[in-house]
């Protein structure tokens, strides 16, 4: 069985932290007397990728797998793997991989753990070290599944040169005629980025599909705001996982932020409350986001936001 490690480009080269992955998978396959594989998309040149010891290196050009999409790269990778004969699975600790690991452990039947900062300390059982709690405390974990996705906690692991000589393998992939053309909702197409904000546009399982996200820009596009999305939002491919805001995805510390059919997870409140106002429309009075909440309106976000919109259209209308 093989070990497989996925890294990610940019501009058709390999993103920095390549080069801790591939280490960490060069130790992890050392250890289970495997094979290592890299597996990446339309990079020009891996000639520097076998600084740190792959036994082979598979990357992939097509022009479909150019930009990021979880759908596409899961399908991808699974055939990758059930080809290669693929039990272990390295990925490493950005927002991409976090969000391809758990439908690809879904799709392969694999065990994922996240902010893995070390080797396994013993193999029978598989036990793991990883960071907890925003990093303020470790945990163990055993694996008893044979299949394993690690994600590896950024800066945890570094980097072992290990030059080797790989071979370079092909594989002809076929990205499924239900998945061409779906990039469009990887990317935002918002005029104003979360980090340069002022105000925060935010929606979440509430607004029911992506298809009623044009109240959401039509209300941000009035205020000069970004939109933004919760993770469950970004995870069923709604909108782009680049607008995740909370402590798994971006935080936010804007003058104004506005949570729409948002309910308030522990996880997206600690993301936003260093916001300085956060409004909460939602129709569950119950909904723990308005216990962290300035403002609150509860009822119907289809009914409040057009006409909140109207109201402040001509508001600022009536200003100039």
């Given at each position: 069985m093989?070990?497989?490690?996925?890294?990610?480009s940019k501009n058709s080269k390999p993103k920095k932290n390549s080069a801790e992955i591939i280490s960490y998978?060069?130790?992890?396959?050392?250890?289970?007397?495997?094979?290592?594989?890299?597996?990446?998309?339309?990079i020009e040149n891996?000639?520097?990728?076998?600084?740190?010891?792959?036994?082979?290196i598979l990357n992939i050009q097509n022009d479909e797998l150019i930009r990021f999409n979880v759908k596409k790269y899961v399908d991808v990778i699974t055939q990758v793997c059930s080809s290669l004969s693929v039990n272990h699975i390295v990925v490493g600790?950005?927002?991409?991989?976090?969000?391809?690991?758990?439908p690809l452990s879904v799709k392969t039947d694999s065990s994922y753990i996240s902010n893995?900062?070390?080797?396994?300390?013993?193999?029978?059982?598989?036990?793991?070290?990883?960071?907890t709690y925003?990093?303020?405390?470790?945990?163990d974990v055993i694996i008893n599944n044979s299949k394993k996705i690690i994600g590896i906690y950024n800066n945890s692991f570094g980097t072992v040169e290990k030059k080797s000589n790989p071979e370079l393998i092909s594989f002809d992939v076929k990205v499924p005629d239900s998945l061409l053309n779906t990039d469009s909702v990887e990317y935002g197409s918002g005029n104003i980025s979360i980090a340069d904000a002022d105000i925060v546009v935010s929606a979440g399982r509430g607004l029911k599909g992506p298809e009623n996200w044009n109240i959401i820009e039509d209300l941000a596009k009035t205020l000069g705001a970004a939109t933004a999305c919760s993770k469950p939002v970004s995870d069923m491919g709604w909108r782009p996982h680049g607008e995740h805001v909370g402590q798994t995805g971006k935080p936010v510390?804007?003058?104004?932020?506005?949570?729409?059919?948002i309910s308030g997870a522990i996880q997206h409140l600690a993301g936003v409350s260093s916001s300085k106002v956060k409004v909460v429309i939602n129709s569950d009075p119950e909904a723990p986001f308005f216990k962290a909440a300035d403002y609150g309106i509860v009822g119907d976000a289809f009914d409040i936001i057009p006409r909140l919109n109207e109201k402040l259209k001509a508001f600022k209308a009536s200003s100039n």
């Open positions: 093989s070990v497989l490690v996925y890294i990610e998978g060069r130790g992890l396959a050392d250890m289970l007397s495997s094979e290592l594989i890299i597996l990446s998309f339309n891996t000639d520097d990728l076998s600084n740190y010891g792959p036994d082979k600790g950005s927002a991409d991989s976090k969000y391809l690991a758990p893995v900062v070390g080797l396994p300390t013993t193999l029978d059982p598989f036990k793991l070290k990883r960071s925003s990093n303020k405390a470790f945990s510390a804007t003058k104004l932020y506005i949570a729409i059919g």
